[in-house]
């Protein structure tokens, strides 16, 4: 003899989603601009490996090349694993760390330089 099979459950309601908390949003908005930055220096870095392995590539700039792995290392890799630490510690100041690390590859991707005389960024001089 076979077991009697309990007829179904009625189904139950599903549960209110929770609203987003206001701490939750805003530390959503801080981290959205240094996410940002670490993915442009990954297609930067990507768009110059193409260039480095002889391959067509979206972007044909001399000086890509030449930042590759600084870009990939320090402005992606580096964004990203300092902003993991600074959302683990928490508060404002943590997020210093890949905020100069981001901003430090995108200003490999723009065309100036680092004048030590002058103290200041100026342009690279035109080729």
Known sequence: MTPAVPPAAAPTPAAPTPAVPPAARRAGTRRAPL????GLCLLAGLDAALG???????????RLPKVHGVLLVL?????LVA???????????????????GAGGLLLL??????????????????
């Open 35 to 38: 996410l940002l930055a670490a």
């Open 52 to 62: 480095l392995l002889g391959l067509p590539a979206p972007v044909t700039d001399d």
């Open 75 to 79: 402005g992606f890799a580096g964004t």
């Open 83 to 101: 902003l993991e630490r600074a959302v683990a510690l928490g508060g404002r100041w943590p997020y210093l760390a890949p905020a100069g690390l």
């Open 110 to 127: 723009t065309r100036s330089t680092w004048s030590s005389r002058g103290c200041c960024w100026s342009p690279d001089p035109p080729p």
